[in-house]
């Protein structure tokens, strides 16, 4: 069973739920989110797979995901990256965001998300039970892509251009 790390908005921890049930409730919880750039300033997006619990089959940021109790945001955002995109590389934390939102499925994403940024021009290696596709866009190209097709994104990926945390 997942367990994710119930906080308030200082970020304290306040204690552990089931993920299923944190995201049923509307719980605020710890979250992280990975943005990859290559060296031409490029984006990686990955498309969640069709077998994902929520947002199936949407285009989001390289990888998220929630902390382990105990585990550090960098070792959990490292772990991820590693089990969903088969990648390493060094990640610096840049800033956290709190967000509500309401999901498919009745699930409502209540997060103190914390945003990391690292560069690659290693090509992933997916995790089909994760990931069903990558690409690698421009800043240029995904905003207009954002701009025609929002229901294509994730609604966390959505929020780091609404609170301009990705410019």
Not at 143 to 149: A, F, L, N, S, T
Request: glycine content about 4%.
């Amino acid at each position: 069973m997942e367990m994710v790390i119930l906080v308030n908005e200082q970020d304290q921890q306040i204690g552990l739920m089931e993920k299923q049930e944190a995201h049923e409730k509307g719980l605020l919880h710890r979250a992280f989110s990975v943005l990859i750039f290559n060296s031409m300033g490029e984006m990686l997006l990955q498309q969640r797979a069709l077998s994902k619990y929520h947002s199936p089959g949407l285009w989001t940021n390289a990888c998220c995901s929630h902390p382990r109790n105990g585990e550090t945001i960098l070792e959990a955002a490292n772990r991820r990256l590693s089990e969903e995109m088969g990648m390493n590389t060094l990640l610096n934390v840049k800033t956290h965001f709190i967000y509500r939102a309401e999901l498919d499925n009745g699930l409502i994403e209540h997060e103190l998300d914390y945003i990391l940024e690292g560069v690659s021009d290693i090509s992933p290696v997916l995790n089909s039970d994760e990931v069903m596709s990558f690409r690698w866009v421009s800043m240029n190209e995904l905003k207009d892509w954002i701009r025609q097709e929002p229901s294509l994104f994730t609604v966390w990926f959505l929020k780091l251009f609404e609170y301009e945390i990705v410019t």
